[in-house]
């Protein structure tokens, strides 16, 4: 079988990253997770890297958790939910602090954590056709692990919105927030990608590395081991309520939710 996550590094330094799911529109699962860790393992060890370019095969970006997979999780021990959620939530952290420039590629749909995944990438580039939801509650579950990524991209007062609503939106409201940085037609979305990664090319490494650096001691994102630990038990317990086996419930049956009192 394909790998879930698919790399290389071309003559000039830049990686580009692709979620492989496209069947499923990229949702994550455990070997998706895996398979960025995979893909963070290699590029760490590559020593002339400048770059990494991170796209959706297929007709979206990413759609969020597959929530087959997070029913089959929720059933099994605390201990597993928290496993499950730390190699999610140390993806999206490593992806945050990579030493290089990250450019996110987005086309169709961006839900729950995709968002999370932009949200971590330095520059994200959006299609016309393009659509977010931070969408965990509408499923009885919380995005407790990409909230600071989200707080540094959008802010706390969008995060509040969105978050809490779970609505989506388009990609020039991404725009407007700061969630992405530029939103182009869809068949120009590549050419667009190439123009950014030029102008990345254009300043020196270390300068970059260190800008980034800098830049990410003054985020939300940059958060501490237990601050980190309090997010992933909170997102592993809230997998195993009641509330997400009714939410999960909702989205299997094509209902509303009926939330417990």
Request: hydrophobic share 50%; proline share 3%.
């Amino acid at each position: 079988m394909e790998s879930a996550v698919l790399r290389n590094v071309d003559e000039r330094g830049i990686a580009t990253v692709t979620l492989n799911r496209p069947e499923v529109n990229n949702a994550y699962d455990g070997a998706l997770i895996a398979g960025l860790h995979e893909a963070m393992d290699e590029l760490g060890a590559h020593p002339g890297l400048r770059g990494v370019v991170l796209r959706g095969a297929g007709r979206h970006f990413q759609a969020g958790a597959d929530l087959k997979w997070i029913t089959q999780i929720a059933a099994q021990t605390a201990q597993e939910n928290e496993r499950a959620s730390r190699a999610t939530a140390l993806a999206v952290h490593r992806l945050n602090t990579l030493p290089v420039p990250t450019l996110a590629l987005v086309q169709g749909a961006c839900f729950g954590g995709g968002t999370g995944i932009v949200a971590a990438c330095d520059i994200v580039i959006a299609a016309e056709d393009a659509v977010f939801s931070i969408s965990e509650t509408r499923w009885g579950l919380t995005a407790a692990i990409i909230l600071p990524q989200l707080a540094d991209a959008i802010g706390a007062r969008q995060v509040r919105r969105y978050a809490l609503s779970g609505e989506r939106f388009g990609a020039q409201e991404a725009r407007r927030i700061g969630l992405a940085h530029e939103v182009v037609p869809a068949a120009e979305l590549e050419a667009a990608g190439a123009r950014m990664v030029g102008e990345l090319l254009k300043n020196a490494p270390e300068a970059n590395a260190q800008t980034k650096a800098a830049a990410l001691e003054l985020a939300w994102g940059a958060v501490d081991e237990a601050t980190l630990e309090r997010l992933v038990a909170q997102h592993a317990a809230k997998r195993r309520s009641r509330e997400a086996t009714e939410g999960l419930a909702s989205f299997v049956e094509k209902r509303a939710a009926r939330w417990p009192a």
